[in-house]
């Protein structure tokens, strides 16, 4: 909101950076404060370690990303569009933080309606806005799609955002880690491209609530992201690649946490349709076959996941044209 009402840019820079600095205090006094009135966790019955996540805090992405959505609104670029897409988030968070505080976890019919309604909003008002053009940041070459096509390939992007990245949050530290690390890339991508305005403050400011909740969330965590962070953080990923106008790029920037979460979605996907098991040797999600089958510790899982994205992103950026 301030950000609209000023034109000099040094001053634009500093009301977003006073509000990236609000966003780590406000969510690290928040975390604080609420996390004992949160949810608690029970575990997770196959995850291995599941048993030690019992009686913590779970549902922190409620406090987390509401403090974005507030410092967004007030300190960041603000624009219908973007306002919507912080409903949006909120909506998603708001489903995962009543599927945290259920006594009975919601079955997969229900989130899996109400992630398509989101993932559906998302490329509605994505292709509003921006058209359909797509941009493939490798090859140096945009194509123009059909909105049709558009919006369907948009919906499963977002789809599968919101859901690896729910899979992925099964370590301490590593969901919100790799989500910076992904941020961090597509904000590189946008800049390279020549639309970082579009995103810059936004990236700022999640990068910032992330940040103050890892200090809580390091091994060994005090509290768990639970759905409510982690499904709005897919949605926000999906957000921000479609907003680079290379969406394809997500692929490469969210590779690690595609495979994570996405080889156990595959697995359970072969089994039922197929009826067999082609990796039956893997455990997943992934970092549960490091874990359990590699011998590395939660620290080791997340420092070299971080540090294979890093590389991957590294050297996509540098072939982007």
């Known amino acids: 909101m301030l950000y609209q009402f000023i034109t000099d840019a040094d001053t634009k820079n500093t009301v977003i950076l006073i509000g990236a600095l609000l966003a780590f205090v406000l969510t690290f006094i928040a975390l604080r404060l609420f996390r004992d009135k949160l949810p608690t966790?029970?575990?997770?019955?196959?995850?291995?370690?599941?048993s030690k996540s019992i009686g913590k805090p779970r549902g922190a992405g409620i406090v987390f990303i509401i403090v974005y959505t507030v410092i967004s609104l007030f300190f960041g670029n603000l624009s219908l569009e973007s306002f919507l897409y912080?409903?949006?988030?909120?909506?998603?968070?708001?489903?995962?933080?009543?599927?945290?505080?259920?006594?009975?976890?919601?079955?997969?019919?229900?989130?899996?309606?109400?992630?398509?309604a989101v993932s559906v909003m998302t490329a509605l008002v994505?292709?509003?806005?921006?058209?359909?053009d797509v941009h493939f940041a490798l090859?140096?070459?945009?194509?123009?799609?059909h909105p049709v096509v558009f919006v369907i390939l948009a919906v499963m992007l977002v789809w599968a955002s919101i859901n690896v990245t729910n899979c992925c949050d099964g370590v301490d530290g590593l969901c919100?880690?790799?989500?910076?690390?992904?941020?961090?890339?597509?904000?590189?991508?946008?800049?390279l491209l020549g639309n970082a305005e579009k995103i810059g403050s936004g990236m700022l400011f999640m990068v910032m609530v992330l940040l103050a909740y890892l200090w809580y969330n390091s091994t060994p965590s005090r509290l768990l992201m639970g759905d409510a962070g982690?499904?709005?953080?897919?949605?926000?990923?999906?957000?921000?690649?479609?907003?680079?106008?290379?969406?394809?790029?997500?692929?490469?920037?969210?590779?690690?946490?595609?495979?994570?979460?996405?080889l156990g979605l595959l697995k359970v996907?072969?089994?039922?349709?197929?009826?067999?098991?082609?990796?039956?040797?893997?455990?997943?999600?992934?970092?549960?076959?490091f874990r359990k089958?590699?011998?590395?510790?939660?620290?080791?899982?997340?420092?070299?996941f971080m540090i294979l994205q890093a590389l991957i992103s590294l050297i996509a950026l540098g072939m982007v044209k």
Request: proline share 3%; net charge neutral; hydrophobic share 50%.
């Open 126 to 132: 994505y292709v509003w806005h921006n058209g359909s």
């Open 41 to 50: 966790d029970g575990g997770r019955e196959f995850a291995v370690d599941g």
């Open 139 to 145: 090859a140096g070459v945009t194509v123009h799609f």
């Open 230 to 262: 982690s499904r709005a953080i897919g949605v926000f990923l999906a957000i921000n690649i479609l907003l680079t106008g290379a969406p394809f790029m997500f692929l490469i920037l969210c590779l690690i946490i595609l495979l994570d979460g996405g």
């Open 269 to 289: 996907t072969i089994i039922r349709v197929f009826k067999v098991n082609p990796m039956k040797n893997l455990r997943t999600p992934l970092h549960d076959h």
């Open 293 to 304: 089958k590699g011998g590395w510790s939660n620290t080791q899982v997340v420092n070299r």
């Open 86 to 116: 912080c409903l949006l988030i909120i909506f998603c968070m708001l489903t995962g933080f009543f599927d945290d505080a259920a006594a009975n976890p919601w079955g997969e019919m229900r989130k899996g309606v109400l992630d398509l």
């Open 176 to 191: 919100g880690t790799l989500s910076i690390t992904s941020g961090i890339s597509i904000f590189a991508l946008a800049f």
